[in-house]
T-cell receptor, first 112, second 113 residues
Framework: KNQVEQSPQSLIILEGKNCTLQCNYTVSPFSNLRWYKQDTGRGPVSLTIMTFSENTKSNGRYTATLDADTKQSSLHITASQLSDSASYICVVSDNAGNMLTFGGGTRLMVKP | DTAVSQTPKYLVTQMGNDKSIKCEQNLGHDTMYWYKQDSKKFLKIMFSYNNKELIINETVPNRFSPKSPDKAHLNLHINSLELGDSAVYFC????????????FGPGTRLTVT
C-alpha cells in the first residue's frame, strides 16, 4: 500500500533558526515528490517538485533533498521567518501519474 | 487576478440539505480536481477531471457529484448532507494531469449542523 509519512508532526522553532522536515514514502513506482506549504485558512502552494533523477532543489530559503534509493526526502528551511509558520505537506506521485499519496503534514510554528 | 477561485468561502447548512460549491480556473489548465481536508488536516483527492472527462474517482459516496461544464469550471454538488461531510474542500488545477504541479484554490469550509 502506498504511504507517505512525515515527521515531526509539529515543530516550534525560534525566528532565525534552521529546521529540517522529513518525508518517507513507500510509493512505487515513483514519479515525483512535491513539497507544499499551506498557510492557515488557505490552499497549499507548491514549493518544489523533484523527479527520480534530482537530488536537491532550492526555492529561496527552502531546499528539498531526495534520496530515491532510501525513499526519503527532507525540506530544509534556512534562517526561518515568522511567515514560515504553516503546514508543510509532502506529496508523492506514482509513475502512472494518476495516483497521488499525501503525507499528514508537519505543522511548523516560528516564534519571535 | 485569481488563478483558482472557489465560491462560497464558507457554507453552513443543515443535515439533509443539498448544496453546491463552484470552482473556476483562469490558468488554461486541462485538469481540475476536488480535494477534501478533514479536521486532522489530511488532504484526500476526491475527483479529477481532464478536459471535462472524469479520470479519478476515489472512494467517495455517490451523494457527491462533480460537474464540469467546460475546461475552466468544475463544480461539486453534494446531496443529503451529513455531519461527516463537514470539512474544507479545495479545488485545484494542473496542466497535463495529476503528476504535474497543481494550483489550489482558497478552499470552502463546509459546516453541516
Amino acid at each position: 500500500k502506498n504511504q507517505v509519512e512525515q515527521s515531526p508532526q509539529s515543530l516550534i522553532i525560534l525566528e532565525g533558526k534552521n529546521c529540517t522536515l522529513q518525508c518517507n514514502y513507500t510509493v512505487s513506482p515513483f514519479s515525483n515528490l512535491r513539497w507544499y506549504k499551506q498557510d492557515t485558512g488557505r490552499g497549499p502552494v507548491s514549493l518544489t517538485i523533484m523527479t527520480f533523477s534530482e537530488n536537491t532543489k532550492s526555492n529561496g530559503r527552502y531546499t528539498a533533498t531526495l534520496d530515491a534509493d532510501t525513499k526519503q526526502s527532507s525540506l530544509h528551511i534556512t534562517a526561518s521567518q515568522l511567515s514560515d509558520s504553516a503546514s508543510y505537506i509532502c506529496v508523492v506521485s506514482d509513475n502512472a501519474g494518476n495516483m497521488l499519496t499525501f503525507g499528514g503534514g508537519t505543522r511548523l510554528m516560528v516564534k519571535p | 487576478d485569481t488563478a483558482v477561485s472557489q465560491t462560497p468561502k464558507y457554507l453552513v447548512t443543515q443535515m439533509g440539505n443539498d448544496k453546491s460549491i463552484k470552482c473556476e480556473q483562469n490558468l488554461g489548465h486541462d485538469t481540475m480536481y476536488w480535494y477534501k481536508q478533514d479536521s486532522k488536516k489530511f488532504l484526500k483527492i476526491m475527483f479529477s477531471y481532464n478536459n471535462k472527462e472524469l479520470i479519478i474517482n476515489e472512494t467517495v459516496p455517490n451523494r457527491f457529484s462533480p460537474k464540469s461544464p467546460d475546461k475552466a469550471h468544475l463544480n461539486l454538488h453534494i446531496n443529503s448532507l451529513e455531519l461527516g461531510d463537514s470539512a474544507v474542500y479545495f479545488c485545484a488545477s494542473s496542466q497535463g494531469g495529476p503528476r504535474y504541479e497543481q494550483y489550489f484554490g482558497p478552499g470552502t469550509r463546509l459546516t453541516v449542523t
